[in-house]
């Protein structure tokens, strides 16, 4: 947001609701086309390409809304609970 946004204002929320943990973000900056994210990762940008997929394949959302001069929503959210229903099989412990 520092880098692209323009920014005079970041508002930063942090709830719990029933079963998820939601983080807002959100800026008043130059906005953006989400669609640029795909086209930065394949030149090589992994910037929020990696939050979104760290954030999604521990069983989150990662949700950008955003317009070119209507600033800038990311909203994370993560189930509280994130390990006991998707965590991997445990590996056998060999004796
Ligand atoms: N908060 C924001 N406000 C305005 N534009 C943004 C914002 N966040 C991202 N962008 C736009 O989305 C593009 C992709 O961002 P992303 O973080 O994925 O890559 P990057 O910042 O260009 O590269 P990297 O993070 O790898 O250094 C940015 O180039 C910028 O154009
Ligand atoms: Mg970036």
């Known amino acids: ?4 946004a323009e920014a005079t204002e970041v508002w930063v929320g942090l709830t719990t609701e029933e079963d998820e943990t939601v983080l807002t973000v959100r800026d008043n900056g130059t906005g953006f086309d989400p ?3 795909l ?3 394949r ?3 992994i910037g929020l390409a990696s ?3 760290r954030v999604e394949s521990a069983g989150g959302r ?3 809304d955003s317009s070119p001069g209507a600033g800038t929503t990311v909203e994370v959210r993560l189930p509280t609970a994130a390990g006991e229903e998707e ?3 445990q590996a056998p ?3």
């Open 1 to 4: 947001m520092v880098k692209h």
């Open 35 to 37: 669609r640029i994210v």
């Open 39 to 41: 086209r930065r990762l």
């Open 43 to 45: 030149e090589g940008h």
């Open 51 to 53: 939050h979104y997929m």
């Open 62 to 64: 990662f949700l950008i």
């Open 87 to 89: 965590s991997p099989e």
């Open 93 to 95: 412990v060999v004796p």
